[in-house]
């Protein structure tokens, strides 16, 4: 998996932990880490994040979204953290998670890979290691489909009236 | 949008769904990681503020709900009744219309009369909590004491539960009974005629009146605290009969052919209703019972949180 080597190749010498934001970057991040260990012929620090608690459209009314467990290794200071996700899309997302992690310590240098950049950036944030670009318009859907959630692999792109 | 889960406020476990109650445990279990991190605090409610409302004593509770608000970033303020303008005469409505005029987003109540929950959510904007309201319900207790139920047994369904104790009285016992016959668990209440009336059985629990025999059916024993005052009033001869007859004691448990685990809501009267050996013991969930209730406040905090724009269209009651 490339989006693996290129983790690699970022990772430098401090301790590393890959965590996945819930719930498909969970399981992308549970595909990288074995690859990434053996490249590296060391052991990775693995955590999973579930960002609900930090979003920041929580106030609007309406339903509340699900909340997910957040699993973080306690070795979380001085480390090189990377951020896994299925889709790369406004940024907040990412930008919530940031958040969280800085609640739980302060790593050394945090990275993000995610296997979709679908452009439409609303926050100052770009990924370090980026699976595949896709140009897309507001009203698209990108979804991934992970076999272990959806029962196959996969990326879709959704167009209304397409 | 779809309609919130809970409606705007949480009152009881009676007019709840199997669905609504299954949805507030499985929320509250990400919640006990929040209190396990090194910063115990998430931003979910930040600008929210929260008035705790207490009419009638409590520690436990209280402080329960306070961590729970804390941990959500809520902003929150305390009033109890005494060295309150409660104490000058002011109605319920009146405290609670002042508060609402400084733009408060919800009141946790606790209130000595039955009702009074209620009352206060039909006529405020605001979420509403009860934190036990009379001898009517004490809904998040119950809610405690089923997520502590489930992490043992892994599930509510076909479980044996009885309730011991001063069940007349006790908010805490209607509020598991509705949640736990909601998910399928089988009820029982077991305690002196005086105090364990045979209405009960309309609620389709059974009753037992030896604790032997509560023992020996149940997977779960729900201790509740004999209250004091109820001995003076005559329900019950002494202390010490109540022990001998009702206490949960080891020799009781270790009589019993399989293994049971102890709820008791607290405060505990240490050899009346239950004793030390029992309540420090193996069998005892009671510490569990404490940190569950952390998570459950914040799980119906941030579900109602979602709030209910249409409150007034038909009262708060739109389960």
Redesign the interface.
């Known amino acids: 998996m490339r989006i693996a080597s290129e983790i690699v190749e970022h990772a430098g010498d401090s301790p590393l932990i890959i965590v996945g934001i819930q719930r498909r970057g969970v399981q992308l991040a549970g595909r990288i880490v074995p690859i990434v260990e053996q490249a590296l012929e060391r052991k990775v620090g693995r955590g999973m994040l579930?960002i609900?608690?930090?979003r920041d459209d929580?106030?609007a009314?309406?339903?509340?979204p699900?909340?997910?467990?957040?699993?973080l290794p306690p070795e979380i200071d001085g480390a090189t953290v990377v951020i896994v996700d299925d889709v790369l899309y406004t940024g907040r997302t990412v930008r919530a998670a940031l958040?969280?992690i800085a609640?739980?310590?302060r790593p050394r240098r945090i990275l993000l890979a995610v296997l979709v950049d679908r452009g439409g950036r609303e926050l100052p944030i770009a990924a370090n290691v980026v699976g595949m670009t896709v140009a897309t318009a507001p009203g698209d859907r990108v979804e991934v489909r992970v076999s272990e959630i959806d029962g196959s692999d996969g990326v879709d792109l959704l167009r209304e009236d397409g | 949008?779809?309609?919130?889960?809970l409606g705007k406020d949480l009152i009881g476990l009676e007019h709840l769904t199997r669905e609504q109650v299954t949805a507030i445990l499985d929320?509250a279990?990400?919640?006990k990681?929040?209190s396990e991190?090194?910063?115990k605090?998430?931003?979910?409610l930040r600008?929210k503020t929260i008035v705790n409302l207490f009419f009638e004593a409590s520690t436990r509770t209280r402080i329960s709900f306070e961590f729970a608000e804390k941990r959500?970033s809520a902003d929150t303020v305390n009033v109890a009744s005494a060295g309150s303008s409660v104490q000058k005469g002011e109605t319920l409505v009146d405290t609670a219309r002042n508060l609402e005029a400084m733009r408060i987003d919800m009141v946790v109540i606790r209130h000595g009369s039955s009702g009074a929950a209620k009352f206060l959510g039909d006529r405020i904007r605001s979420n509403v909590i009860n934190a036990g309201d009379g001898q009517h319900e004490h809904p998040t207790q119950a809610l405690l004491d089923l997520l502590t139920l489930r992490d043992r047994f892994g599930r509510v369904e076909g479980l044996k539960v009885c309730i011991v104790g001063d069940v007349m009285h006790s908010r805490v016992a209607r509020s598991n009974i509705w949640g736990l016959t909601r998910l399928g668990a089988e009820v029982a209440v077991c305690g002196p005629p005086t105090l364990v009336p045979r209405e009960f059985t309309d609620l389709g629990v059974r009753t037992f009146r030896r604790i032997e025999e509560a023992i020996e059916w149940a997977d779960a024993l729900n201790v509740l605290r004999l209250q004091l005052e109820r001995m003076q009033a005559g329900f019950i001869p002494s202390l010490r009969e109540y022990n001998r007859v009702f206490g949960v004691t080891r020799e009781r448990l270790a009589r019993a052919s399989k293994d049971l685990i102890v709820l008791h809501p607290g405060p505990m009267n240490r050899g009346v209703e239950i004793d030390s050996d029992v309540a420090d013991g193996p069998h005892s969930v009671i510490l569990p019972q404490v940190t569950n209730g952390v998570a459950i406040r914040m799980a119906v905090l941030?579900?109602l949180?979602?709030?209910?724009?249409d409150w007034a269209a038909g009262g708060s009651d739109e389960k």
């Open positions: 579930g609900t608690l930090y929580i106030q009314a309406g339903q509340r699900v909340v997910h467990e957040t699993r958040d969280e609640d739980f310590g | 949008m779809s309609a919130p889960l929320t279990e990400p919640f990681e929040v991190r090194p910063i605090k998430v931003p979910a600008g959500l941030y579900l949180a979602g709030g209910s724009p």
